[in-house]
């Protein structure tokens, strides 16, 4: 197991995360996977503009199939097994007081609230594992995303699973990845 112990006291929920590769393919109630999106509904974002949205299929969907079919194959073969796939995308274009202009934090701001569904989702005993290796642009057209919108990532969410359901080259993997230092994330006075 790695060491995932913070430089700096914090709660406990942003060490313990991980992404599991492993989920127990079953279903989960619309209702846990919408907690999780009122969750990020609540990030912050510039001018509150809320870029983000979420466009899912639960397991047992007509659409599931066509979601996996997204992915790319070594994603696909672990991520079937999730309960739901959601695919997270942003508004590219900042639209404040009846004016439209390119957004420069869209993506940024799109994170902030992947987080907060991840985070919220732990909290109801799921694991999330975001996935960005996707057909970007089969992903935007098959899933009628609009003009100016941009796919960012997916994300394969479920109850875990044990690491023998993996694929072999995937087994050793399965377990929490470290983190670097605080000191060689934050840099007081300039960037080094």
Same mark, same amino acid.
Do not use: K
């Given at each position: 197991?790695?060491?995932? /112990? ?19 393919? @079953? ?7 919408? /907690?999780?999106?009122? +969750? ?6 510039? %001018? ?28 696909? @073969?672990?991520? #079937?097994?999730?309960? @739901? ?9 900042? /639209? ?19 987080? #907060? %569904? +991840? ?21 935007? #057209? ?13 994300? +394969? ?21 470290? /983190? ?11 960037? #080094?």
């Amino acid at each position: 197991m790695t060491d995932r /112990r913070p430089d700096y006291p914090i709660d406990p929920i942003f060490h313990t995360r991980w992404s599991p590769r492993a989920f127990v393919p @079953a279903p989960m109630p619309e209702s846990d996977l919408l /907690r999780s999106i009122e +969750a990020a509904r609540w990030a912050p974002s510039a %001018f509150n503009a809320q870029p983000w949205r979420f466009v899912y299929s639960l397991r047992g969907d007509s659409s599931f199939e066509g979601f996996l079919d997204l992915l790319d194959p070594f994603n696909r @073969a672990w991520a #079937q097994h999730a309960s @739901a796939i959601v695919f997270v995308v942003s508004d590219t274009m900042l /639209r404040y007081d009846g004016e439209v202009s390119p957004s420069r934090s869209h993506s940024f701001d799109t994170g902030a609230a992947w987080a #907060q %569904f +991840a985070l919220q989702a732990s909290e109801l005993g799921y694991h999330t594992h975001g996935i960005g290796g996707l057909d970007y642009d089969r992903a935007h #057209q098959w899933l009628r995303v609009h003009e100016g919108y941009r796919v960012e990532m997916a994300i +394969a969410i479920g109850t875990r699973g044990t690491v023998e359901e993996l694929p072999e080259p995937l087994r050793e993997r399965e377990g929490p990845s470290p /983190r670097r230092p605080v000191s060689e994330l934050a840099f007081r006075g300039g960037f #080094q």
